[in-house]
């Protein structure tokens, strides 16, 4: 029996997903295939349905359809629920289609066991308030920061996150929000992780300089071939630098335990995933 996945998004054609995927059934002896499905607003449901109904066992969902994606889900994970989007649907044999969200908890894998940065006791700063910063921000709480700063151009947008987390469990940090100019009044932060779009359009918010502590680490959730505008800001800066990259493989890696019961040896995948990534 070959378990049949897909990626669904808009643009597609650039997912690294199949790839990375094809080789995590190589390395756990899955027998899997995996491809990608350009969708539309009008269009999503159905295709996941579609999918469902010829027996797939489960898609991925990237942009722009991670919000919509929590209405076509029977049941939702915890951290689905917390993210308040879905980027993996698991499609079980008794016919639930269960969302979750691995964004997070592989963020936090790529940061504290990859990187070994341990988040426990530490200043943490998002930039940005959208979908990307609310999907970490559930596993980030569980790690015990000694602060959540959120910073985002539009403040109500940090304010509602604070909001949503209030009556979480792990709230329990103190959590604040601010404008990008305030931030010259905050203390330094030991984490900033930038996710914000910006990184995308080769921009990055005014920031003040003294942000960030002198083992600060900057973690920019998007991957691109060169670093980031806001890589390079915080390498000046003095900071530890990181770009997506293993966020990426790492939630996908969370999705495929999800699927198939089994976490691939991520560390294993590395290298040939970076040969790949170049002759891509
Ligand atoms: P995503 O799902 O990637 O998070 P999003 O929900 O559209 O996408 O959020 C994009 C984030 O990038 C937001 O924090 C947004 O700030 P606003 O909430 O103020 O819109 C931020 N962003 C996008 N363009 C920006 C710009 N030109 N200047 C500052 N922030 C920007």
């Not at 990608?36 to 010829?54: C, L, N, P």
């Not at 910063?133 to 151009?153: E, M």
């Not at 915080?234 to 997506?244: I, W």
Request: charged share 20%; with cysteine; aromatic share 6%.
């Amino acid at each position: 029996m070959i378990n049949a996945y897909t990626v669904i998004g808009q643009p597609i054609a650039h997912s690294l997903s199949p790839m990375i995927h094809s080789l995590f059934g190589e390395l756990t002896q899955r027998r899997i295939t995996y491809t990608r499905t350009e969708g539309t607003d009008a269009s999503f449901e159905g295709i996941v349905k579609q999918w469902h109904d010829r027996g797939g066992k489960g898609c991925n969902v990237t942009a722009p359809f991670k919000e919509q994606a929590v209405q076509v889900c029977s049941h939702l994970a915890r951290s689905a629920d917390r993210a308040g989007s879905v980027n993996t649907i698991h499609m079980r044999r008794d016919g639930e289609l269960v969302g979750h969200s691995t964004d997070g908890a592989g963020m936090m894998h790529d940061i504290e066991r990859n990187i070994r940065f341990p988040v426990r006791g530490r200043r943490v700063l998002i930039l940005g308030a959208g979908g990307a910063a609310r999907g970490v921000v559930g596993p980030l709480l569980d790690a015990r920061p000694s602060a959540l700063h959120i910073a985002n151009r539009t403040v109500s947008r940090a304010d509602a996150i604070l909001q949503y987390f209030a009556d979480d469990p792990a709230a329990g940090v103190p959590m604040s929000a601010s404008s990008y100019e305030a931030l010259s009044e905050q203390a330094p932060f030991d984490l900033v992780i930038n996710a914000t779009s910006l990184s995308l359009a080769g921009s990055l918010p005014t920031l003040p300089d003294g942000l960030m502590t002198p083992q600060a680490l900057a973690y920019d959730m998007m991957y691109s071939r060169e670093a980031t505008v806001f890589m390079r800001w915080a390498h000046d800066q003095g900071a530890t630098v990181s770009d997506g990259f293993g966020m990426l493989v790492e939630q996908a890696a969370e999705a495929f335990l999800v699927w198939e019961g089994v976490r691939p040896k991520t560390r294993m995948a590395w290298p040939r995933l970076l040969e790949l990534l170049n002759a891509h």
